[in-house]
């Protein structure tokens, strides 16, 4: 994918706090938390299922045991630990389908930033199917279409 094609970073907070940061792209979902000072990886007890995922410190209650709002592949994806910053690395069960949270239960993306990451996932998409070319100008007008379904749809490689 080329890096000119912006990713919108978004926010899932409760009661007033952030609880995690989440971006999507035609095949992944990146979940961004910040553990409590001092977390080092051995300290982490994540698992990552088709459906779920558990995320939480060894020896204690998780701080997240949720189900996703849609499935996910389990053994492509993981976590890592690095300056501080927890980031959990999700491949989609379906490639190009837009995602309004990562969470069931959790606040949906408004209409207006969906259609963002839709638009960016449309870009990502053509960068794909046209190597050698930029994208990163492009703009749509009207309504983006489905980055899954647009002309005949898109699928793994």
């Keep these: 994918m080329s890096e000119k094609i912006e990713k919108r970073r978004l ?7 952030t609880i995690y940061e989440w971006e999507q ?21 994540c ?35 690095e300056d501080g910053a927890l980031t959990i690395s999700l491949t989609k069960g379906s490639k190009g389908r837009t995602w309004e949270a990562v969470f069931e239960g ?23 199917e046209n190597p050698g070319f930029d994208f990163s100008g492009a703009s749509f007008n009207g309504q983006v279409p489905d980055p899954k379904t647009f002309m005949g749809g898109v699928g793994y490689k």
């Design 11 to 17: 926010t899932y907070q409760h009661q007033g706090r």
């Design 25 to 45: 792209s035609l095949e992944d979902i990146t979940i961004y938390i910040v553990p409590p000072p001092g977390v080092t990886a051995k300290m982490i007890d």
């Design 106 to 128: 959790h606040t949906k993306v408004d209409p207006f930033t969906l259609s963002e990451c839709k638009k960016s996932m449309m870009l990502e998409r053509f960068q794909e």
């Design 47 to 81: 698992k990552i299922t088709a459906k779920t995922m558990t995320l939480g410190l060894k020896g204690n209650p998780p701080f997240l045991n949720e189900t996703f709002e849609q499935p996910v592949n389990s053994g492509d994806s993981y976590w890592t630990i």
